[in-house]
Structure formats: structure tokens, C-alpha cells
């Protein structure tokens, strides 16, 4: 089993839908992470948290919002999805030492 | 605000040739330096660099840190179709204790 699950893998929806993206993970990092991924412009980091009471915005965190339910689960929703929001997203987690990340499988997400 | 940058954005080369990626960086507090290779899905890990001067390698790959220059670079040599991925650079600030990271170079390799 992989050590960072997320679900859904792939997920079409329409414009003004509530949308959540799950993540699980057995890896037993404090640390987790939520970026998205568009072409040409690399990873963005949306949300990031520390532990269960530690959650901090990242540099694109407008239309999303977050859930830290425990340290191995950490969820990302779009409240109201619109078209932009189109992408890649990936969750994470990190090594505190060196900032290892390790990687989700990605749940691509496509908003008509 | 932590910067990456990466260059050049995209390579075309043909197999055999040797290739070097390159990546700066302005980060609070640098930890480390970390360099990922994706293929179709998530980023896979290939490096991670602490110490300024001191060459990490596996098989064909290669990297080094330039702490006093902020920089990085990574060499692919002989290259092969496989290595056809883009090539992720990212630094770890223990200030914010968070990852930031470059856009990433889109290396094609042709037969």
C-alpha cells in the first residue's frame, strides 16, 4: 500500500460545486501538504500543517480550504469550484529534518 | 517571499548527449536543496543537498550545491529516452519549514 493515498484520483465536476479532495498517510509525518500542479508553472502550495491544531495558508490559498481531522488525514475543499481551479493537486508529507516530501499518487481534478 | 528558479524551462537532446539543469534559489533559513524527477505522475525523489561542495551521485545522475552562489545544478550523462521527465528543484526553508518550488525542466530526449 502506498504510504500517501489520496482519493479521488480523478474527479470531473461542474462550476459552483462543493468539492473535497482526501488524503490519507502511514508515513507518521506531522507534516502535510496540499499543492497544485498546472502546466508551466511547477507545484504551488495551497494549504500546509504541522500537526492537528497547525494549519497554514500557502502562497494560493483563495477558493480553498482545509481540514487537519488527525495526523494521518488531512483533506482539501473547494467550497465552489470554478474552471480555473482545473489541475493537478497532490498531497504530501515531509520529513521535518530534511524536507523530504513524499508524494500522493494526485487527484486530477477537471471543472466545466 | 521564498524563490526558486529554474533553467531553462525545456531541453530537446538526443540520446547520449549530457545534459545540466540548473536551479537558484532565495529562501529563509535554507535547510536543503531537493531534486525530483516526474514522469507521468507524482514527483519521485533523486537528491537531497545540505553541503555546499559535496556531489551527489546515482548511476548517470549527478548534483552539486553552491551555497555561496544559491544555486544547484543537476548532470544527466549519456542520456536515455527514458530520462524524458521534468526535472523538479525545490528548497526547504527552516523558517517557514515549508517547500517551495521551481516550475520544473521539461527534458525530452529523442532516439
Known amino acids: 500500500d502506498a504510504d500517501v493515498t489520496q482519493t479521488p484520483r480523478n474527479r470531473i465536476t461542474k462550476t459552483g460545486k462543493r468539492i473535497m479532495l482526501e488524503c490519507s498517510q502511514t508515513k507518521g509525518h506531522d507534516r502535510m501538504y496540499w499543492y497544485r500542479q498546472d502546466p508551466g508553472l511547477g507545484l504551488r502550495l495551497i494549504y500546509y500543517?504541522?500537526?492537528?491544531?497547525?494549519?497554514n495558508k500557502g502562497e494560493i490559498s483563495d477558493g480553498y480550504s482545509v481540514s487537519r481531522q488527525a495526523q494521518a488525514k488531512f483533506s482539501l475543499s473547494l467550497e465552489s469550484a470554478i474552471p480555473n481551479q482545473t489541475a493537478l493537486y497532490f498531497c504530501a508529507t515531509s520529513d521535518p529534518n530534511t524536507g523530504e516530501l513524499f508524494f500522493g499518487e494526485g487527484s486530477r481534478l477537471t471543472v466545466l | 517571499e521564498d524563490k526558486v528558479v529554474q533553467s531553462p524551462l525545456s531541453l530537446v537532446v538526443h540520446e547520449g548527449d549530457t545534459v545540466t539543469l540548473n536551479c537558484s534559489y532565495e529562501v529563509t533559513n535554507f535547510r536543503s536543496l531537493l531534486w525530483y524527477k516526474q514522469e507521468k505522475k507524482a514527483p519521485t525523489f533523486l537528491f537531497m543537498l545540505?553541503?555546499?561542495?559535496i556531489e551527489k551521485k546515482s548511476g548517470r545522475l549527478s548534483s552539486i550545491l553552491d551555497k555561496k552562489e544559491l544555486s544547484s545544478i543537476l548532470n544527466i550523462t549519456a542520456t536515455q529516452t527514458g530520462d524524458s521527465a521534468i526535472y523538479l528543484c525545490a528548497a526547504y526553508s527552516g523558517g517557514y519549514q515549508k517547500v517551495t518550488f521551481g516550475t520544473g525542466t521539461k527534458l525530452q530526449v529523442i532516439p
Open positions: 500543517s504541522f500537526d492537528v491544531k497547525d494549519i
Open positions: 545540505t553541503s555546499s561542495g
